[in-house]
């Protein structure tokens, strides 16, 4: 941007007029507050759609965090890297790699119920994934212990996220103290989609 100024608005390769809520050097992702439908083109009108602005009652509410959290799990600390070797990781299973937008949380006794917006999986070994509307369950002792860390109208990728949750009376996807929960970067899509491409030319079993 500071290019973009000194050349006197002439230069620098930043697009100051994205249409349809993008942003970015080249209007290629999705500006802050919307979250991109991978099922239509980023020149599509309609390809950023807004995050739903969440009612101040629905903010996330725990319990005073337990006083054995320090041996019940580690929360994730700083910037997780997402390299091939995470990717092919095969200790998730069935678990599917996610690109989710969070829209609203109650609670439901010990657990919480986040509706999520399921805007992209990356990888899955069972049965496939629709994008759209999902529920995402998270027990409350994980969650007051920042195991994952959750914010409401946030966008996140999660590995380690299983479809059929603790019981039949939570039917969708769990998410529990060992699955990684990490803040979306937009920079990841394009990141994610070679790591598919390379799996399937099997190159995972190297990595």
């Known amino acids: 941007m500071e290019l ?3 050349s006197g608005r002439r230069s620098g390769g930043v697009c100051m007029n994205c249409r349809h809520n993008t942003a970015g050097r080249h209007c290629h992702y999705c500006k802050e507050g919307f979250y991109r ?3 239509k083109p980023i020149t599509h009108r309609r390809a950023c759609k807004e995050i739903p602005v969440i009612k101040p009652t629905a903010v996330i509410s725990t319990t005073e965090e337990p006083a054995d ?5 580690k929360p994730l600390k700083g910037n997780l890297k997402i390299n091939m070797k995470k990717y092919c990781k095969k200790d998730y299973g069935t678990i599917p790699l996610s690109f989710v937008s969070v829209l609203d949380m109650e609670t439901v006794g010990d657990w919480a119920k986040f509706a999520v917006s399921l805007v992209s999986v990356y990888k899955s070994r069972g049965e496939p994934l629709k994008r759209g509307d999902h529920v ?3 027990h ?3 969650l007051a212990c920042k195991c994952p860390r959750i914010h409401m ?5 999660i590995l380690g996220t299983s479809e059929g949750a603790a019981s039949p ?12 929960v990490i803040q979306w970067r937009d920079i990841w899509t394009r ?8 799996e399937k030319k099997g190159k995972c079993g190297k990595a």
Do not use: H, I, T
């Open 4 to 6: 973009y100024k000194l």
């Open 37 to 39: 439908d991978m099922g």
């Open 69 to 73: 959290c320090d041996s019940y799990c």
């Open 136 to 138: 995402l369950w998270v």
């Open 140 to 142: 409350m002792k994980d």
């Open 153 to 157: 109208g946030k966008r996140f990728l």
């Open 169 to 180: 009376e939570r039917p969708g996807l769990l998410a529990d103290k060992n699955s990684l």
């Open 191 to 198: 990141r994610l989609r070679k790591f598919q491409r390379k």
